[in-house]
């Protein structure tokens, strides 16, 4: 491969490379929206499970058990929340930063207790498509080089 070539080739791969680490995701900057979840607990379980939100979000969980006490606390919040039996609960909090935090029943429930886990889910998918967005960009690179 001739000299010129090969600097067209890094630089041109390099540059992509960076474009995709660190170009700012416009869409979810400035989003701040309102999220309502209703989560059903009851032994031993969250339903729905895995909440989805994006940082900065306003959200609101309303916790409704269905048989014994539950409560909800999540990793890195300072939040709980207890729901007696056929009652509701709520509370509301402003989503931080991106990432996958658990969510766990707060109050012994039975056996199954320590397995009553949920998911917040905060943004995170960025990571993910950056990720694949380099992995794609590493074949297209590796094929072109065989070819020039
Ligand atoms: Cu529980």
Redesign the pocket.
Same mark, same amino acid.
Do not use: I, L, N, T
């Given at each position: 491969m001739k000299h010129w070539k090969k600097i067209l080739f890094w630089g041109l791969a390099i540059s992509l490379g960076l474009v995709i680490s660190l170009a700012p995701m416009p869409v979810k900057a400035t989003s701040s929206n309102q999220k309502l979840f209703k989560i059903q607990?009851s032994?031993?379980a969250f339903s729905p499970a895995v909440l989805a939100v994006n940082p900065g979000d306003q959200v609101t969980i309303e916790l409704v058990s269905q048989d014994?006490v539950? +409560?909800l606390s999540i990793d890195g919040y300072d939040l709980h929340l207890v729901a007696d039996p056929g009652q509701t609960a709520s509370m509301t909090f402003t989503a931080g930063q991106a990432g996958s935090y658990t969510l766990r #029943?707060s109050?012994t #429930? +039975?056996a199954m207790?320590p397995f009553?886990v949920g998911k917040l889910q905060v943004g995170g998918n960025d990571l993910l498509w950056r990720a694949a967005g380099l992995a794609l960009l590493a074949v297209i690179a590796g094929v072109w080089w065989k070819r020039v």
């Open positions: 607990a032994r031993f014994v539950h +409560g #029943c109050e #429930c +039975g207790h009553m």
